[in-house]
Antibody, heavy 126, light 108 residues
Framework: EVQLVESGGGLVQPGGSLRLSCAASGFTFSSYEMNWVRQAPGKGLEWVSYISSSGSTIYYADSVKGRFTISRDNAKNSLYLQMNSLRAEDTAVYYC???????????????????WGQGTLVTVSS | DIQMTQSPSSLSASVGDRVTITCRASQSISSYLNWYQQKPGKAPKLLIYAASSLQSGVPSRFSGSGSGTDFTLTISSLQPEDFATYYCQQSYSTLPFTFGPGTKVDIK
């Protein structure tokens, strides 16, 4: 059974740092691209960051670029999000999500997030 | 970045109703469109990928259609467990894979 379990959330003061972890099991973690998605209280979903299966390709949302760092340890089946210079607007539930390509024959017709963790709440407040 | 809109933002419906939610992209995204369901306090759940492919384990009353800029999620006969918020997501070209603002389906 595929499982993604986030941890590391909590209350942090503005300007502070936090490191989130996502422990993966039930699949070959090193074969999959991974993402972080967040959801502010009462708001919609916002994609945060992407990392390729090897870790060689990384993308960030403009809202977190320069402050957040995504990484992975394939030997430990773990995904990470280092969050620095935190702001009140970073308050959200953070989800890790596995990415899959939709393939029809040899053509990719979409990319989608097929498994999500339960989320970890990050609250930035003084 | 590609912007996604959804309509309506909320709707009230009864069990057994046919429900249709629309998602529109700011530019053509071919079939790179996914639909998720989210219940309060829970993680999103994939329903439909590549515009019309039903994710394994998802009931067949859910269906998706469309291509280019206009897409539709249809629930053929609304069930009590379907009351939730639904999000579309585009995954065309390079990141970010933006989500729509969501459509909340509640009980009439």
């Amino acid at each position: 059974e595929v499982q993604l379990v986030e941890s590391g959330g909590g209350l942090v003061q503005p300007g502070g740092s936090l490191r989130l972890s996502c422990a993966a099991s039930g699949f070959t973690f090193s074969s999959y691209e991974m993402n972080w998605v967040r959801q502010a209280p009462g708001k919609g979903l916002e994609w945060v960051s992407y990392i390729s299966s090897s870790g060689s390709t990384i993308y960030y949302a403009d809202s977190v670029k320069g402050r957040f760092t995504i990484s992975r340890d394939n030997a430990k089946n773990s995904l990470y999000l280092q969050m620095n210079s935190l702001r009140a607007e970073d308050t959200a539930v953070y989800y890790c999500a596995r990415e899959q390509p939709a393939v029809r024959g040899v053509i990719i017709t979409s990319y989608y997030f097929d498994y999500w963790g339960q989320g970890t709440l990050v609250t930035v407040s003084s | 970045d590609i912007q996604m809109t959804q309509s309506p933002s909320s709707l009230s419906a009864s069990v057994g109703d046919r429900v249709t939610i629309t998602c529109r992209a700011s530019q053509s995204i071919s079939s790179y469109l996914n639909w998720y369901q989210q219940k309060p306090g829970k993680a999103p759940k994939l329903l439909i990928y590549a515009a019309s492919s039903l994710q394994s384990g998802v009931p067949s009353r859910f269906s998706g259609s469309g291509s280019g800029t206009d897409f539709t999620l249809t629930i053929s006969s609304l069930q009590p467990e379907d009351f939730a918020t639904y999000y579309c997501q585009q995954s065309y070209s390079t990141l970010p894979f933006t989500f729509g603002p969501g459509t909340k389906v509640d009980i009439k």
